[in-house]
T-cell receptor, first 113, second 112 residues
């Protein structure tokens, strides 16, 4: 299996632009997580899905962030409009069950100027 | 605040020595997991210990869990330069809709 796939690996954009991050979980996994990692705040859980349904989005910073999972093999995290403070590494992870070991993608490094 | 907190924040040892990292958490857990993150990479799962277990081994890794003290430790024996990474504990909190919290991490440097 190729593991969790994320794209793009790097994204540089200007403040105010829309950013879309993509994730393909491991086939057969039914839970998907989006995290944000910064030096200041560490690793934060933004949202997680179980069987394609958003279970808890309390970690989403504000309305500018939205996430979707239209099917079991694809999820997106969208930021609109982006701001410099959104600069971080965004990770997607998947697991079989929400309490078991998670498999992380390589991350998307987002820089908003 | 974060559910899990690792201690120490940074650790530097010589190759061949043992490295011990600690994790404290705040509420009831179903299990506790340890992950490793190499610089610029995603996290990699190392080991999972359930709430009814006290100790678990995997290769050079030894994890203990004390639910009465709400703490766990990760011991890496006979460390190697390749063990240089950040180590995180993670606790899924079943009481809050299965939120999954990662600690702040311990940065381990193994000097060859």
């Amino acid at each position: 299996d190729a593991g969790v796939i994320q794209s793009p690996r790097h994204e540089v954009t200007e403040m105010g632009q829309e950013v879309t991050l993509r994730c393909k979980p491991i086939s057969g996994h039914n839970s998907l997580f989006w995290y944000r990692q910064t030096m200041m705040r560490g690793l934060e859980l933004l949202i997680y899905f179980n069987n394609n349904v958003p279970i808890d989005d309390s970690g989403m910073p504000e309305d500018r962030f939205s996430a979707k999972m239209p099917n079991a093999s694809f999820s997106t995290l969208k930021i609109q409009p982006s701001e410099p403070r959104d600069s971080a590494v965004y990770f997607c992870a998947s697991s079989l069950g929400s309490l078991t070991e998670q498999y992380f993608g390589p991350g998307t490094r987002l820089t908003v100027t | 605040s974060q559910q899990g907190e690792e201690d120490p924040q940074a650790l530097s040892i010589q190759e061949g020595e043992n490295a011990t990292m600690n994790c404290s958490y705040k509420t009831s857990i179903n299990n506790l997991q340890w992950y490793r993150q190499n610089s610029g990479r995603g996290l990699v799962h190392l080991i999972l210990i359930r709430s009814n277990e006290r100790e678990k081994h995997s290769g050079r890794l030894r994890v203990t869990l004390d639910t009465s003290k709400k703490s766990s430790s990760l011991l890496i024996t006979a460390s190697r330069a390749a063990d240089t990474a950040s180590y995180f504990c993670a606790t899924p909190m079943v009481t809050t809709g299965n939120q999954f919290y990662f600690g702040t991490g311990t940065s381990l440097t193994v000097i060859p």
